[in-house]
DNA sequence: AGATTGATCCAT
DNA sequence: TGGATCAATCTG
């Protein structure tokens, strides 16, 4: 039986959780149906000054998500047409959350951040939600990661951010993202 | 390589 | 109130 990620799991810095959220289950319960896939890809943002981070302009009603309680879901639209998920990490008040970018799921490699949210039906709704049965979104704890299979890279789409565009908080898994 | 799309943010 | 910007994807 999987057992549900507690939400201290997401307490951790945020960048030992975007690692460790990989292999992962996500789990999705949409229209009756249960969905359920490996998380084979994040990117981490972190703190105040992360200039790649909404956050980094401050507190606004769409980034004040990322300022609460670690465990919640931040679905944002992007380019106007597309959904990305991340989960809130640290403590409240410091705003970091992780990026879910790849996931596979029923033989599918969803390599890109609004394919998993067209996949897994996630759109606003779940926006500002908390990571639980509840919410019919959360994370289960399945086959752990050999740290050796984690490969990091910089992130993607943000070289507007200088400094913070080198830094490599992108993990993915070595064998299964296909990017 | 280019088009698409709309919420959001900041400067007026 | 308006214009610039954006953490993406698809098509050809």
Redesign the pocket.
């Known amino acids: 039986m999987a057992k549900i990620l507690a939400i201290k799991f997401f307490e951790e810095p945020t960048l030992k959780v975007a690692k460790s959220l990989l292999g992962k289950t996500l789990a999705r319960k949409s229209g009756g149906k249960l969905i359920r896939g490996i998380i084979t890809e994040t990117?981490a943002?972190v703190g105040p000054s992360?200039k790649?981070?909404?956050?980094?302009?401050?507190i606004?009603?769409?980034?004040?998500i990322?300022f609460g309680d670690c465990g919640m879901i931040?679905v944002?639209?992007?380019?106007?047409?597309?959904y990305?998920l991340?989960i809130v990490t640290g403590k409240r008040g410091y705003p970091a959350?992780v990026?879910i970018?790849g996931v596979l799921s029923d033989g599918l490699n969803?390599?890109?951040?609004?394919?998993?949210?067209?996949h897994f039906n996630i759109n606003?709704n779940l926006?500002s939600k908390k990571l639980c049965k509840n919410s019919c979104l959360w994370i289960e704890n399945s086959a752990e990661i050999d740290p050796k299979e984690i490969k990091s890279a910089p992130?993607?789409?943000?070289?507007?951010?200088g400094i913070w565009a080198k830094k490599a908080w992108r993990f993915y898994l070595k064998q299964k993202a296909a990017i």
């Open positions: 990117e943002y992360d790649a981070s909404h956050a980094s302009r401050g606004t009603p769409r980034t004040k990322m931040y944002y639209l992007i380019y106007g047409m597309y990305c991340n959350a990026l970018r969803l390599n890109g951040p609004g394919k998993i949210t067209r606003k926006n992130r993607i789409g943000v070289n507007y951010a």
